[in-house]
């Protein structure tokens, strides 16, 4: 069984960058379909970043240019590089996979994703 858990979420100032990492363990060094998701305060969860079976990134238009979302080799940690952050990146910031063996990733979809971790705060200040 997969499990995620994120970490790198602190409180930071506007223009700040920070760094969210996402272990997967018992993944046996597969790669998934991955992302990273965001649920803002009195907002519903959206997508932020996801990474296709062949390492191609997709952003959301509203972190497009600022954040980053990487994977390292083995892949067993998801990166998410934000910079230039803005107080509307508040925000609990979730790991997702879909670990279908027939995905193909790159969706920003909540319900294309089946295993998700606790989540990592995120507080962006003016």
């Known amino acids: 069984q997969v499990h995620l858990v994120e970490s790198g979420g602190e409180a930071v100032e506007a223009g700040g960058s920070l760094r969210l990492s996402c272990a997967y363990s018992?993944?046996?060094?597969?790669?998934?379909?991955m992302a990273w998701f965001r649920q803002g305060p009195g907002k519903e969860r959206e997508g932020a970043a996801a990474?296709?079976?062949?390492?191609?990134?997709t952003y959301a238009d509203s972190v497009k240019g600022r954040f980053t979302v990487s994977e390292d080799n083995p892949w067993n940690t998801l990166f998410l590089q934000m910079n230039s952050l803005k107080p509307e990146d508040t925000a609990m910031y979730y790991c997702?996979?879909?670990?279908?063996?027939?995905?193909?990733?790159?969706?920003?979809?909540?319900?294309?994703?089946?295993?998700w971790g606790q989540g990592t705060q995120v507080t962006v200040s003016s």
């Open positions: 018992g993944a046996a060094y597969k790669r998934y379909c």
């Open positions: 990474l296709d079976r062949n390492g191609r990134a």
């Open positions: 997702a996979a879909d670990l279908s063996p027939d995905c193909s990733g790159g969706s920003l979809e909540s319900s294309d994703y089946n295993t």
